[in-house]
T-cell receptor, first 119, second 113 residues
């Protein structure tokens, strides 16, 4: 099956620092990756859609300058939380959609998530 | 119109019983309906998915029932086991370039031994 990895799995940082989270599709090419945020006991909230080689599309209410997304290759997307503050503490999850010749697949495969704690 | 409503919020089932989780949607353009299973501290894992051209899909102990006219779909877990205890999310998306998944609010399932 398709595997998506995330690194790091958890990170603790001081307020005001920036944190980069990597999302990789290990055994397939992903033209589209998605970044989600999940608070305890809540559903997944889509933050942005990332397409390889183009700018990310952010959901309403998500600050583009705070959550920088780069999708430099068909297997890697990164999310950088800039000038992190305690309210940015959350569980960040990426997903990837496999590229197919006849068009993008519907199935999204999720990474294991990254727990960010900002002190 | 983009919402997917999920119920119940939580569910307790005895081992060996049937767990049933329901979802409803409004956007008739949705054409892909997956169910995800999530354990604490982990990412969601695809469990089973269905498209509107079939009314039922079964994979092992997991079955999706789909009612297109009612715009509802449900997950049935047969012979529920304690290892099935997790949070389950239904979702929906429409075919297209963005293909965003719209998630339900989740159901916390506890299977008691």
């Amino acid at each position: 099956g398709a595997v998506v990895s995330q690194h790091p799995s958890w990170v603790i940082c001081k307020s005001g620092t920036s944190v980069k989270i990597e999302c990789r599709s290990l055994d397939f090419q992903a033209t589209t990756m998605f970044w989600y945020r999940q608070f305890p006991k809540q559903s997944l909230m889509l933050m942005a859609t990332s397409n390889e080689g183009s700018k990310a599309t952010y959901e309403q209410g998500v600050e583009k300058d705070k959550f920088l997304i780069n999708h430099a290759s068909l297997t890697l997307s990164t999310l950088t939380v800039t000038s992190a503050h305690p309210e940015d503490s959350s569980f960040y999850i990426c997903s990837a959609r496999e590229f197919r010749l006849r068009g993008p697949a519907d199935t999204q495969y999720f990474g294991p998530g990254t727990r960010l704690t900002v002190l | 119109q983009q919402q997917v409503k999920q119920s119940p919020q939580s569910l307790i089932v005895q081992k060996g019983g049937i767990s049933i989780i329901n979802c409803a949607y409004e956007n008739t353009a949705f054409d892909y309906f997956p169910w995800y299973q999530q354990f604490p501290g982990k990412g969601p894992a695809l469990l089973i998915a269905i498209r509107p051209d079939v009314s039922e899909k079964k994979e092992g102990r997991f079955t999706i029932s789909f009612n297109k006219s009612a715009k509802q779909f449900s997950l049935h877990i047969m012979d529920s086991q304690p290892g099935d205890s997790a949070t389950y999310f239904c979702a929906a998306s429409r075919n297209g370039a963005t293909n965003k998944l719209i998630f339900g609010t989740g159901t916390l399932l506890a299977v008691q031994p």
